[in-house]
């Protein structure tokens, strides 16, 4: 049973256009969602997270929007550049607000290429 | 470089073999966790030590399976002779702020 969903393998799209990576998760208990990039050979890299409180958080280039109700999340990158290319995956986990173990449960992830 | 270090980064062995990986966590991080990611697959938790006693381990982690952190610091994870099916990518990651995994390079085990 596969908790947090990420439907699509892959996604191409032209440097300078926005990529958008989706996920979405079935365990109402998840309360906080991360992404996370990796190159081949690395380990995953912290990008960018948000809390069940809110429904939006930006960094830079990289915003995530997180739709409760829809138990769907996603993360735009606005403008893509070719060194974004990776796999990214979605992960969450329960407890946010204490006494949480901090386990977290990824997606498969998503093959973005950005095409120069 | 003061991240998640991991050692070896790869390991071939053959089937039967017992194998043994070290995790250096970031030294102000008292959580660490052990990951296993195989092929399209995302990371899967496998055990979690806060300080020296761990805490939790998933149902993935066979009775071939042990992992410790004898002084709360580095960790080790062993696997008892080893299938093919143990072949996979094992992360290690320690737990930062604002409640952030950070993860090492990954040890690739290739089991022959």
């Known amino acids: 049973d596969q908790q947090v969903k990420q439907n699509s393998p892959s996604l191409s799209v032209q440097e300078g256009r926005i990529s958008i990576l989706n996920c979405d998760y079935t365990?109402?208990?998840?309360?906080?969602f991360l992404w996370y990039k990796k190159y081949p050979a690395e380990g995953p890299t912290f990008l960018i997270s948000?809390?069940?409180?809110?429904d939006k958080n930006e960094d830079g280039r990289f915003t995530v929007f997180l739709n409760k109700s829809a138990k769907h999340l996603s993360l735009h990158i606005v403008p893509s550049q070719p060194g974004d290319s990776a796999v990214y995956f979605c992960?969450?986990?329960?407890?946010?607000?204490?006494?949480?173990?901090?386990?977290?449960?990824f997606g498969k992830g998503t093959l973005l290429t950005v095409n120069p | 470089d003061t991240g998640v270090s991991q050692d070896p980064r790869h390991k071939i062995t053959k089937r039967g073999q017992n194998v043994t990986f070290r995790c250096d966590p970031i030294?102000?991080?008292?959580?660490l966790y052990w990951y296993r990611q195989t092929l399209g697959q995302g990371p899967e938790f496998l055990t979690y030590?806060?300080?020296?006693?761990?805490?939790?381990k998933s149902r993935l982690l066979s009775d071939r399976f042990s992992a410790e952190r004898p002084k709360g610091s580095f960790s080790t994870l062993e696997i008892q002779r080893t299938e093919q099916g143990d072949s996979a990518m094992y992360l290690c990651?320690?737990?930062?702020?604002?409640?952030?995994?950070?993860f090492g390079p990954g040890t690739r085990l290739t089991v022959l």
């Open positions: 990651a320690s737990k930062g702020s604002p409640d952030v995994l950070f």
């Open positions: 365990n109402s208990m998840f309360d906080y």
């Open positions: 948000i809390s069940s409180i809110k």
């Open positions: 992960a969450a986990s329960v407890g946010y607000s204490g006494g949480s173990n901090y386990k977290l449960t």
């Open positions: 030294s102000e991080h008292n959580r």
């Open positions: 030590f806060q300080n020296e006693a761990q805490l939790e």
